[in-house]
């Protein structure tokens, strides 16, 4: 039975790259051997408890890991689903995705028993009776007798969810290696933002139609340094966490690479916000070129399921001189330089700016983060060494706020 089911694995077609996962792989290493006329043979012991290691660190059980590595799975079934639903999907590729499910519930009925290993806790951890919570978007698949007739079901979870790292993260990184997934990322609460209404208005007014499928803008916040930027861009996405938005921040120095996430990402239907963190350039430059291209400018053009969001402390992104605007150099057409230096900001369409707050907002933010930690102290002795605090320190800033309140929190111990 196993043999035949091992077999059977190698003929999966549009789920094959399931095949890579470690676990599976393990677990078909032990196939490989479990009908040999020795069971318990080195190599079936050694695959068998490497995939169990491999579980326990999952956190899951076998059944439901299966059923999250089907929901994640990136491959020609599930991209068309996403892009275009079941009812364009070719009648080849709709059977072969049936077939390779069918295949895949026989892998979900395993029991370890059938693997010459038993134990009730292997019997628990394969059913996973013993998990009480169930995070896996497919559960309706438990009861389904034929998974072969359910494609309905994962064309819209598809639909609605996306595919491979895309689905599987609301928050991910770009850099030299690609795309990867942030799994805890930190989701600051827009509510918490004291002060900056008008800012927060604009910003969620902008998300908000971004998100609904309407044309929305680039944004560029800029301002004073600690104001609730970057902390701003970061609640976006708890504040439109059901709206399915994601995030994917890239660092000043991958900017150049931006025009390949653009095309990436074009490939997607959900709603994306690549934010780059305290962007700016030296005159010397020229990497903000990928960011011009990909905002405006290029023949791919931006994909309409992606904007750009950027903070940073000057309103013209690209440093000038006063030189590029006197000509005193051997360059001839001074102003289109001046001008190039200018046009990165202009393909922004929506500029969001913040000041540094005055002594009432700041003593307001303090007030605010002392209550919320629980800290009990004096009102005029508070606001005293709250002030002391920034003259002796960053100045007034959301930050600088911070920084005391974690000096207090530290006092109380």
Not at 146 to 151: A, I, M, N, P, T
Not at 205 to 219: C, D, K, S
Not at 232 to 246: D, H, I, N, P, Y
Request: proline fraction near 4%; aromatic fraction near 8%; glycine fraction near 8%.
């Amino acid at each position: 039975m196993t043999a035949g089911l091992n077999y059977k694995l190698s003929c999966l077609t549009v789920y094959r790259s399931l095949l890579q996962d470690p676990v599976l792989s393990a677990l078909r290493r032990c196939l490989d051997h479990a009908d040999a006329s020795n069971p318990h043979s080195l190599e079936a012991s050694d695959a068998w408890h490497t995939m169990v290691h491999l579980l326990l660190k999952s956190g899951v059980s076998f059944r439901d890991y299966l059923l999250d590595l089907i929901a994640h799975d990136d491959n020609p079934f599930s991209r068309h689903c996403e892009l275009y639903g079941l009812e364009t999907c070719s009648k080849a590729l709709s059977q072969l995705a049936a077939q390779d499910l069918r295949i895949l519930q026989e892998l979900y009925h395993l029991s370890p028993a059938s693997c010459g290993f038993d134990g009730q806790n292997l019997e628990l951890l394969f059913s996973g009776e013993d998990h009480c919570q169930d995070q896996v978007g497919l559960a309706q698949l438990k009861s389904c007798p034929d998974w072969g007739e359910q494609l309905p079901l994962l064309a819209g979870y598809y639909r609605r969810h996306s595919r491979g790292i895309i689905a599987r993260y609301r928050a991910l990184t770009w850099g030299a290696d690609g795309l990867k997934g942030v799994p805890y990322p930190d989701l600051p609460r827009m509510c918490d933002l004291l002060g900056y209404e008008s800012q927060k208005e604009q910003i969620l007014a902008n998300t908000r139609q971004f998100v609904q499928g309407e044309p929305a803008n680039n944004v560029l916040l800029y301002g004073s340094r600690g104001t609730g930027k970057s902390t701003m861009v970061k609640s976006l996405l708890q504040e439109f966490w059901e709206a399915g938005l994601r995030m994917v921040e890239v660092a000043r120095d991958q900017v150049e690479y931006l025009p390949e996430l653009a095309a990436y990402l074009s490939d997607y239907r959900v709603p994306v916000i690549i934010f780059i963190d305290d962007l700016s350039f030296e005159d010397y430059e020229t990497s903000y070129k990928g960011l011009k291209a990909v905002m405006e400018g290029s023949l791919q053009g931006q994909p309409k399921q992606v904007l750009i969001y950027a903070t940073s402390n000057r309103r013209h992104l690209i440093k000038e001189y006063f030189a590029d605007r006197s000509g005193p150099g051997e360059e001839i057409h001074t102003q289109d330089t001046m001008q190039e230096k200018l046009s990165l900001s202009d393909r922004f369409g929506l500029t969001v700016t913040f000041p540094p707050p005055g002594q009432q907002l700041y003593l307001q933010i303090v007030e605010h983060l002392v209550q919320e930690r629980g800290i009990e102290m004096d009102a005029e002795l508070l606001r005293q060494k709250a002030l002391e605090w920034e003259r002796a320190h960053h100045g007034r800033s959301g930050r600088t706020a911070h920084q005391f309140v974690n000096s207090l929190s530290n006092c109380h111990l």
